[in-house]
């Protein structure tokens, strides 16, 4: 992989990684200790795995490799550890987790003050690498967030005095499409241009599940030598979800016929049919419950929603905008909670085992996408007396 073809992130991998390669072949330096800024794991992934096949043989990891905490352990016992020639192993690779923890709760002189020393004369058979995981580099790092760009300017005036700083950026949507072609190519399978948007867009560009799903997407296409968009929508859940969000945003705008012909698109693209229906309908319901917290917290920027929706009860992130402006176009709560009602009734009737399961969706749909009825007065005031 040429730095020069990538964007930031996959840029300062491959400069990192041809460093650390050429180090472990004798055939140029290696710095005392790396900084990696940036909370891309499947970046940081990739730079662990180049420093472990370079420099920590699988039979002597246990005596060559240490995984610190500084939560848990000092800065001063990290610099002892690395200052002490290992007896069993002929270097030490030290990764040094919560790097945060030198940046809080006072000016910490003395732990920066030991660092200088140790990289004034640093053991030549040891390698620091602080992981600063605490940080958000954006792809384009002009948009970084202020509080992001006065702890990176922290970080590179104490640790980047005496470390290499590598920035690992997040992926942009392009880097991550031409990373799925290219790996896909590596094992002789070409990767339809449809098939590789669609895989970014549904995971929006989160590396570490791109990877994951590439993986099964490999072992479902084996000996067919091409991956489709067919394929993706398949196997990559994220994709059945933009579908689902498609339907719902037909729904919401009250396109029936819209709405109806999604409906159909799902059934017909799953390989179990009509069997998938109760989890069309659980899906349905998980987004109705969604956009009922959204309205009545009166969220307006994607922003916002990570508070207003707790740690797993949100969407993927290529969602969020959509469903935000899907939530406001309800008037009240009245009319949520009424979709609701109506998703709980069409799973009460699919678990009584209808002659024909695609008829009740159909139905659920149709009313779904419909306006409600309006209540005459008479009985709206006896149905709340009865209540």
């Given at each position: 992989?040429?730095?020069?073809?990538?964007?930031?992130?996959?840029?300062?991998?491959?400069?990192?990684?041809?460093?650390v390669?050429?180090?472990?072949?004798?055939?140029?330096?290696?710095?005392p200790?790396?900084?990696?800024?940036?909370?891309?794991?499947?970046?940081?992934?990739?730079?662990?795995?180049?420093?472990?096949?370079?420099?920590?043989?699988?039979?002597?990891k246990?005596?060559c490799?240490?995984d610190?905490?500084?939560n848990?352990?000092?800065?001063?016992?990290v610099?002892?550890?690395?200052?002490?020639?290992?007896?069993?192993?002929?270097?030490?690779?030290?990764?040094?987790?919560?790097?945060?923890?030198?940046?809080?709760?006072?000016?910490?002189?003395?732990?920066?003050?030991?660092?200088?020393?140790y990289?004034?004369?640093?053991?030549?058979?040891a390698?620091?690498?602080?992981?600063?995981?605490?940080?958000?580099?954006?792809?384009?790092?002009?948009?970084?967030?202020?509080d992001?760009?006065?702890?990176?300017?922290?970080?590179?005036?104490?640790?980047?005095?005496?470390c290499s700083m590598?920035?690992?950026a997040?992926?942009?949507?392009?880097?991550?499409?031409?990373w799925?072609?290219?790996?896909?190519?590596?094992?002789g399978v070409?990767?339809?241009?449809?098939?590789?948007?669609?895989?970014?867009?549904?995971?929006?560009?989160?590396?570490?599940?791109?990877?994951?799903?590439?993986?099964?997407?490999?072992?479902?296409?084996?000996?067919?030598?091409?991956?489709t968009?067919?394929?993706v929508e398949?196997?990559v859940?994220?994709?059945?979800?933009?579908?689902l969000?498609?339907?719902?945003?037909?729904?919401?705008?009250?396109?029936?016929a819209r709405?109806?012909?999604?409906?159909?698109?799902?059934?017909?693209?799953?390989?179990?049919?009509?069997?998938?229906?109760i989890g069309?309908?659980?899906?349905?319901?998980?987004?109705?419950?969604?956009?009922l917290?959204?309205?009545?917290?009166?969220?307006?920027?994607?922003?916002?929603?990570?508070?207003?929706?707790?740690?797993?009860?949100?969407?993927?992130?290529?969602?969020a905008?959509?469903l935000?402006?899907?939530?406001?176009?309800?008037?009240?709560?009245?009319?949520?909670?009424?979709?609701?009602?109506?998703?709980?009734?069409?799973?009460?009737?699919?678990?009584?085992?209808?002659?024909?399961?695609?008829?009740?969706?159909?139905?659920?749909?149709?009313?779904?996408?419909?306006?409600?009825?309006?209540?005459?007065?008479?009985?709206?005031?006896?149905?709340?007396?009865?209540?």
């Amino acid at each position: 992989m040429s730095a020069g073809r990538w964007g930031a992130g996959f840029s300062a991998v491959a400069r990192f990684v041809a460093e650390v390669e050429a180090a472990a072949a004798n055939r140029g330096p290696l710095r005392p200790g790396y900084v990696l800024a940036g909370e891309e794991a499947f970046l940081l992934d990739r730079c662990r795995a180049a420093v472990l096949k370079g420099f920590v043989p699988p039979d002597l990891k246990d005596f060559c490799l240490s995984d610190l905490d500084l939560n848990g352990t000092s800065l001063f016992e990290v610099l002892d550890r690395a200052q002490t020639p290992s007896l069993m192993a002929p270097f030490q690779v030290i990764f040094v987790r919560n790097v945060r923890q030198l940046y809080t709760r006072g000016a910490k002189k003395d732990e920066f003050a030991a660092l200088d020393r140790y990289f004034r004369s640093p053991n030549p058979q040891a390698l620091l690498i602080f992981v600063a995981d605490f940080l958000r580099i954006p792809s384009d790092i002009r948009r970084m967030e202020m509080d992001d760009k006065n702890r990176f300017e922290r970080l590179r005036e104490t640790l980047g005095e005496h470390c290499s700083m590598v920035e690992l950026a997040r992926v942009n949507d392009e880097d991550a499409m031409r990373w799925t072609v290219a790996t896909a190519q590596e094992t002789g399978v070409r990767m339809e241009p449809d098939a590789a948007r669609e895989l970014v867009d549904a995971l929006g560009a989160d590396m570490m599940m791109i990877a994951s799903e590439m993986e099964k997407l490999l072992l479902y296409t084996l000996g067919r030598g091409r991956i489709t968009l067919g394929d993706v929508e398949t196997m990559v859940l994220g994709a059945k979800q933009r579908t689902l969000y498609e339907l719902t945003d037909a729904i919401s705008a009250r396109d029936r016929a819209r709405a109806l012909l999604i409906l159909h698109g799902l059934l017909n693209s799953s390989d179990a049919g009509e069997d998938a229906a109760i989890g069309h309908l659980y899906m349905l319901a998980r987004t109705f419950r969604q956009m009922l917290v959204i309205l009545e917290k009166n969220v307006r920027d994607s922003r916002a929603i990570w508070q207003a929706l707790w740690q797993g009860f949100r969407m993927p992130p290529f969602a969020a905008d959509d469903l935000i402006r899907q939530a406001r176009r309800y008037k009240s709560r009245r009319e949520l909670t009424r979709a609701l009602r109506l998703v709980a009734r069409a799973d009460l009737e699919l678990r009584s085992s209808p002659p024909d399961k695609k008829l009740v969706l159909e139905r659920l749909v149709y009313e779904l996408a419909s306006e409600p009825k309006a209540v005459a007065p008479l009985f709206a005031a006896q149905l709340s007396f009865e209540v």
